[in-house]
């Protein structure tokens, strides 16, 4: 968990508007909203999401969270 928390710290420094990493059975996706990175983990059927960002947000966030597959709701 810990080497889980300090790649998405790295991540975070070189966010663009999006980036993807695939780490054995682990998917990192990094987003970059309106000066926000907002991170999603996915594995093992679960997904966690990191910084979820503003308010203003919700829609493109809720978009990119469906384009790397994973239903929101």
């Known amino acids: ?3 889980l928390l300090v790649l998405t710290a790295a991540l ?3 966010a663009t508007s999006s980036h993807h990493a ?15 990175n907002v991170h999603l983990i996915v594995g093992n ?3 966690l999401l990191i910084d ?9 966030i ?3 969270i469906r384009d790397a597959g ?3 709701k």
């Open 1 to 3: 968990m810990i080497r």
């Open 12 to 14: 975070s420094a070189c």
């Open 22 to 36: 695939k780490h054995g059975e682990i998917e990192v996706f990094t987003f970059r909203e309106n000066y926000n």
């Open 45 to 47: 059927g679960q997904a």
């Open 52 to 60: 979820a960002g503003l308010p203003k947000d919700a829609a493109g």
């Open 62 to 64: 809720e978009r990119r």
């Open 70 to 72: 994973v239903d929101p």
